[in-house]
């Protein structure tokens, strides 16, 4: 099945400091989606890609979608302690079924 | 907007018995998904509904697990007998429409926390 290889695994930053992560795969998607899923809750969307080239942003984050269709980045500026989460990408082909990598565990000290 | 439910949060099991975890999405949203998240990794889809129909069961290990939406609105995962590495967070997500459409959300419940010993 498809595979989504997502980095770094964990991040361990200062408050203030920019973050980046990315998500690669072997196969395109038509669809990329970015996650944050906090302690003993379920993943919460951030931000949804549509098209290839696309870069969208919402607040404090960025994410672009791959111009190959292979591959999506996330970016965070300025990062505050309620940015300490685990970040998922996720691709979809079609409407529905997401395929998820391992996530990127982020730890930020004030 | 309420958002979606599930219970029980927690539940610890012997292997080879059985258990069900039930979900209630969000009003009005036609789509019913069931993810299987092992601790450390991303949730990996199990069942998809759309209304009371089965959109997506390839994932779904049909010989100790199955679920059913019969009247489209809430549904049930059932894992019967349960093996030591079904232990994972089950969580249940619904969207209006099948997500992926631009301009619709998937909104994810708690999850409900297996351990089988």
């Known amino acids: 099945g498809q595979q989504l290889n997502q980095s770094p695994q964990s991040m361990f930053i200062q408050e203030g400091e920019d973050v980046s992560m990315n998500c690669t795969s072997s196969?395109?998607?038509?669809?990329w989606l970015w996650y944050k899923q906090d302690p003993g809750e379920g993943p919460v969307l951030l931000i949804a890609?549509?098209?290839?080239?696309e870069l969208t942003s919402n607040g404090r984050l960025t994410a672009q979608f791959g111009i190959t269709r292979k591959d999506s980045f996330l970016n965070i500026s300025a990062s505050i302690p309620s940015d300490v989460g685990i970040y998922f990408c996720?691709?979809?082909?079609?409407?529905?079924?997401?395929?998820f990598g391992d996530g990127t565990t982020l730890t930020v000290k004030p | 907007e309420a958002g979606v439910a599930q219970s029980p949060r927690y539940k610890i099991i012997e292997k080879r018995q059985s258990v069900a975890f039930w979900c209630n999405p969000i009003?009005?949203?036609?789509?019913l998904y069931w993810y299987q998240q092992i601790l450390g990794q991303g949730p990996k889809l199990l069942i998809q509904?759309?209304?009371?129909?089965?959109?997506?069961d390839s994932q779904l290990p049909k010989d100790r697990f199955s679920a059913e939406r019969l009247k489209g609105v809430d549904s049930t995962l059932k894992i019967q007998p349960a093996k030591l590495e079904d232990s994972a967070v089950y969580l249940c997500?619904?969207?209006?429409?099948?997500?992926?459409?631009?301009?619709?959300?998937?909104?994810f419940g708690e999850g409900s926390w297996l351990t089988v010993v």
């Open positions: 509904f759309q209304n009371n129909g089965v959109v997506d």
């Open positions: 890609l549509y098209k290839a080239g």
């Open positions: 996720a691709g979809q082909l079609y409407a529905g079924k997401s395929t």
């Open positions: 009003s009005g949203h036609a789509t």
């Open positions: 196969s395109i998607f038509n669809t």
């Open positions: 997500a619904s969207s209006l429409v099948p997500f992926g459409n631009s301009g619709n959300t998937i909104y």
